[in-house]
C-alpha cells in the first residue's frame, strides 16, 4: 500500500469516511447477512484505512475498525462493577403459571392489562457493553451480577458489535446494551477441529465454547474465533430514555445493533404464550440456540413500578415449557449396523427410548465408525441426545462421570450384517484414498434389494402405497421380489398371502393392500420418466437432476446413450487440453518454432471444438443442471453390469413412461422467480413433490443441495445438516408459513 499523501485535516476527514463505510458494510455483513460489496473492496476499503492510519498513528482510536483484530494478552481480567446488577429471571413452565405471573402484576397494579414482548432466550453467554459518547468503551461478563470481568478487548473482536453507533444528534453521555455473545454450531465443529489437531481440549457445546473464548487473555485467539452478539435489553443510561421495550428494540436496530430475529408484541399472557409456542417452533431461523422465551412487560413507566421481587424483575419471565428442552440424556443399549440401498453401513444406537421435542426416541443414527470413535461413543455409555440443528437425534457426548468400567468400546463388523461378505471401502477417484463408509459390495445382498425396492416405492420415487420398509424385507426375505423390477411379477395371491409377521405369530397382509399395491404398480408403468429415473436410483443424481435428464430424453435407452451428457463431458476434458496446447503457455515456452506451430494449429482446432460444443450445451437445456462429474457417472452406470441389467429389464416391462411434465411459463413478479431454492425437512400442508412443483410453477430452480449459489432455503419439521449448512453461508432460511405466503 502506498502511503498516501495528504495532510492531517485530510487524513482524519478520510479517516472518518473510512471507518464509517467499513461500519456500515461490517453491519450489513455480520448483522443482516447481506453484504452489498466484495470481499475485495472490503479489503480494499480497509488496507486504505490500516496505511492512512500507519502514516499518522496520532489518528488512530480504539473505536476504528483496525483495532478489532486484538491488542496485547493481558495478565488477568479488571473486576468491574456493574452500574445495575445483571439479573436472572424466573422461570415458569406453563400457560397456568404464566397466569399467576400476571395476577401477581395485577395484584401490585389493579386493572393493568399489559402488552408482553415475546423474544428468544438465548443460549449463549450474557455481556454488557458500555457505549460512552457513543464509542464503544466497556465491555464485561455477567460474573457473580453485580460485578464481572472486563473483556473489552475480547469483545471488541466481535464484528456484530458496533464500534461507534451512529446517533443522528449528540450521543448519550452513557448507553449499555445487556445481551448474549453465541458461537454457531458449525464453528464450534470448525474450531473443535483446530483444537483436536493441536492436542487443546475441545468445547462440547457452542455456549461451552463461547464462554471459553471469551475468558481468553489474548485477544488475537478470540479474534479468530468467530464469536457473534445479540442484544435483548439496556441497563445503565444516561442521556437517553424510552417508554417501552418496543422502543428500545426499534432504536437498538436502527443504530446498527444487532437484536434477535425474530420477536413479538402480544396482547394479554394467551396471546403471549401462543407467540412463545409460535417462536419456539420457529427456532430454526435463529443463528443461536435457544432454551426458551422470555416474556417482558412492554411499557418501561409499568416495570419501574412493578420493579423487583426480592432479586428477580417482577416484570418479565423465562418461559420454557418441559418438552422444549432440547437435550435427553439415555442409556446406549447397544450399537447395531443398517445396510443401506448402496451398500453404505451405517451404525445405528438402541437407545432406551426418550421423550424429546414431542417424539420418542429409541434409535440414533451415528453416521459412521469415524464419529463413534470422535465421540468415544461405548456401549452401555450415558449418553446426552439432541435433535440437533433442533432435527434429526443425535448423540451429542458421553456422560463420562457415569462410565463404570463395563463399558464396552464399538468395532466395525468385518462382513455384511446381512449377507456376510466382506465390508469394504472403496477408493476415491484419485486412486490413493477411501472413503470413510465401509460398502457391502454384494449386488445380491438382500438387505441392499429391500433397501432398493422400498426406494423404488417411496414417495419421491413410483409412490406405491402400502409398500414400506416391513413389506420390502418381507418379499425379499421370502423370495419373491430381489428387484424392484420383480414386483411387477408380483400375482395378487402371492402378494395377499404375504406374512409379515414370523411363522409363529403371523401377520398376513390381505387381499385389500394386495390390490391397492398392484394397482398402483399399473400406474407406475405410466408414470412420468423422471420418477422413474429417481425411483431406481442412479448414483448422484436427485430429482432436480432427474427432472432435467428426463426433459432432455425421451427413455432410460436415451439417456444411457445420450449424446448431451457425452457432450458435457467431452467439453470438460477438452479444458485440459486446450491449456496444454496452448502455445503461449508457461509450459511450452522455449519450444522449437516447429513444434509451437503444431501446437498453434491444434490449439486452435481444439478452440474450435470447444465453441461448437458450448453451442450444442446450450442447445441441449442440459448444462445448468448436469455438471461433467455426475454426466460422467450417469455414462459410466449405464456400461457397468447392474446399468447395463437395469436396461435390459426397463425394456422387457415395456414401460409407458410419460414425458416429464412441461414447464410452466412463471410468473416473473414472483419472489421465487428465477432463484434457487432448496427445500428440506418436513413441510405440514405440501409433501416434498408439492413444494417443489409450487417453486417450479413459479418460476424457481429447485436444488437438491444447499451451496452458495442457494437464495432460499426452505424449512420444514427435522430439517438437517441442509439447515446448518445454510446458517453458516448466510442463506435466507423460510419456515412453512413464509414460504406458503411467499408463493402467495
Ligand atoms: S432479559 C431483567 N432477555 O437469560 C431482565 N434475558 O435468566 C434481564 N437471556 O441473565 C434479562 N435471552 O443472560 C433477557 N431475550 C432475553 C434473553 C435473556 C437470554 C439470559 C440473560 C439472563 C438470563 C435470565
Given at each position: 500500500m502506498t502511503t498516501p499523501h495528504m495532510n492531517e485535516a485530510e487524513a482524519r476527514a478520510r479517516i472518518a469516511t473510512l471507518r464509517e463505510e467499513i461500519a456500515r458494510h461490517n453491519h450489513q455483513y455480520y448483522?443482516?447477512?447481506?453484504?452489498?460489496?466484495s470481499d475485495r473492496d472490503y479489503d480494499t476499503l480497509y488496507k486504505n484505512l490500516q496505511a492512512i492510519e500507519q502514516a499518522?498513528?496520532?489518528?488512530?482510536?480504539?473505536?476504528?475498525?483496525?483495532?478489532?483484530v486484538g491488542g496485547e494478552p493481558l495478565k488477568e481480567f479488571r473486576r468491574v462493577r456493574h452500574l445495575a446488577p445483571m439479573l436472572s429471571l424466573e422461570k415458569r413452565e406453563s400457560l397456568h403459571e404464566l397466569g399467576l405471573f400476571e395476577t401477581d402484576v395485577r395484584r401490585k397494579v389493579p386493572d393493568f392489562q399489559p402488552d408482553y414482548i415475546v423474544e428468544p432466550k438465548i443460549d449463549g453467554v450474557s455481556i454488557s457493553v458500555h457505549y460512552v459518547d457513543g464509542v464503544f468503551a466497556l465491555g464485561a461478563t455477567?460474573?457473580?451480577?453485580?460485578a464481572g470481568d472486563d473483556i473489552t478487548a475480547n469483545l471488541r473482536t466481535i464484528r456484530d458489535i458496533p464500534l461507534r453507533l451512529p446517533f443522528e444528534g449528540a450521543p448519550p453521555k452513557r448507553l449499555e446494551l445487556r445481551g448474549e455473545a453465541y458461537m454457531i454450531e458449525a464453528d464450534r465443529i470448525a474450531l473443535n477441529e483446530g483444537l483436536r489437531a493441536q492436542g487443546d481440549k475441545t468445547f462440547a457445546n457452542t455456549r461451552n465454547a463461547t464462554a471459553g473464548s471469551l475468558k481468553q487473555l489474548d485477544p488475537r485467539i478470540v479474534a479468530q474465533r468467530r464469536l457473534h452478539a445479540v442484544f435483548y435489553s439496556l441497563g445503565a443510561l444516561d442521556g437517553i430514555a424510552f417508554d417501552s421495550h418496543t422502543e428500545e428494540l426499534e432504536t437498538l436496530r436502527q443504530l446498527g445493533v444487532p437484536i434477535p430475529q425474530l420477536w413479538f408484541k402480544a396482547s394479554g399472557m394467551p396471546a403471549a404464550e401462543a407467540r412463545a409456542r409460535e417462536l419456539k417452533e420457529r427456532e430454526a431461523e435463529l443463528p443461536y440456540e435457544i432454551d426458551g422465551c422470555v416474556i417482558k412487560i412492554d411499557d418501561n413507566a409499568m416495570c419501574s413500578r412493578l420493579g423487583l421481587k426480592t432479586n428477580v424483575p417482577a416484570y418479565a419471565v423465562a418461559y420454557k415449557r418441559p418438552?422444549?428442552?432440547s437435550e435427553a440424556t439415555t442409556t446406549l443399549k447397544d450399537i447395531v449396523v443398517q445396510v443401506g440401498r448402496t451398500g453404505v453401513l451405517s451404525p445405528v444406537a438402541e437407545v432406551e427410548t426418550v421423550f424429546l421435542e414431542g417424539t420418542n426416541i429409541s434409535r440414533i443414527t451415528l453416521h459412521n465408525a469415524e464419529e463413534i470413535k470422535r465421540k468415544d461413543i461405548r456401549i452401555g455409555d450415558t449418553v446426552v441426545i439432541k435433535r440437533a440443528g433442533r432435527v434429526i437425534p443425535a448423540v451429542v457426548r458421553v456422560v463420562d462421570d457415569r462410565r463404570t468400567g463395563r463399558e464396552r468400546p464399538f468395532a466395525m463388523p468385518e462382513r455384511c450384517p446381512s449377507c456376510g461378505s466382506l465390508a469394504m471401502r472403496r477408493k476415491l477417484s484419485d486412486g490413493e484414498a477411501s472413503e470413510v463408509a465401509l460398502r457391502c459390495e454384494n449386488a445380491a445382498c438382500p438387505a441392499q434389494q429391500a433397501r432398493q425396492i422400498e426406494y423404488f416405492a417411496a414417495r419421491g420415487g413410483l409412490n406405491i402405497e402400502g409398500l414400506g420398509e416391513i413389506v420390502a424385507d418381507k418379499l425379499v426375505a421370502r423370495g419373491l421380489a430381489r428387484s424392484p423390477f420383480a414386483l411387477f411379477m408380483l400375482t395378487l395371491e402371492q402378494l395377499a398371502t404375504l406374512n409379515l409377521g414370523t411363522e409363529d405369530e403371523p401377520r398376513i397382509f390381505g387381499e385389500k393392500n394386495a390390490v391397492r399395491v398392484l394397482t398402483a404398480l399399473i400406474d407406475a408403468r405410466s408414470a412420468p420418466l423422471n420418477k422413474w429415473i429417481q425411483a431406481l436410483g442412479l448414483p448422484s443424481v436427485g430429482e432436480s437432476t432427474a427432472i432435467a435428464l428426463a426433459s432432455a430424453h425421451d427413455s432410460l435407452d436415451a439417456i444411457a446413450r445420450s449424446e448431451k451428457l457425452k457432450r458435457i463431458v467431452e467439453l470438460a476434458g477438452l479444458k485440459e487440453d486446450v491449456k496444454r496446447a496452448n502455445p503461449r503457455s508457461r509450459a511450452n515456452k522455449g519450444k522449437p518454432a516447429p513444434e509451437l506451430g503444431a501446437l498453434d494449429a491444434e490449439h486452435k482446432r481444439l478452440l474450435a471444438r470447444v465453441e461448437e460444443l458450448k453451442h450444442a450445451i446450450a442447445n441441449d437445456g442440459l448444462g445448468s443442471e448436469v455438471g461433467p462429474a455426475v454426466a460422467a457417472e450417469i455414462l459410466t452406470f449405464f456400461e457397468s453390469d447392474r446399468g447395463r441389467e437395469l436396461l435390459h429389464n426397463v425394456r422387457a416391462l415395456e414401460l409407458h413412461a410419460t414425458a416429464a411434465p412441461a414447464p410452466v411459463a412463471a410468473n416473473?413478479?414472483?419472489?421465487?422467480?428465477?432463484k434457487t431454492v432448496v427445500v428440506t425437512g418436513t413441510l405440514q400442508n405440501f409433501s416434498r413433490e408439492a413444494a417443489h412443483e409450487a417453486l417450479r410453477k413459479h418460476g424457481a430452480k429447485v436444488a437438491d443441495s444447499v451451496s452458495k449459489k442457494t437464495d432460499y432455503l426452505v424449512v420444514g419439521a427435522e430439517a438437517g445438516s441442509k439447515l446448518a449448512k445454510a446458517q453458516q453461508l448466510g442463506i435466507a432460511i423460510l419456515d412453512e408459513a413464509a414460504f406458503a405466503k411467499l408463493l402467495g
Open positions: 448483522v443482516l447477512a447481506q453484504p452489498t460489496i499518522f498513528p496520532a489518528l488512530i482510536t480504539p473505536d476504528s475498525p483496525t483495532q478489532r455477567r460474573g457473580d451480577g453485580e418438552e422444549w428442552f416473473a413478479s414472483s419472489p421465487f422467480f428465477g
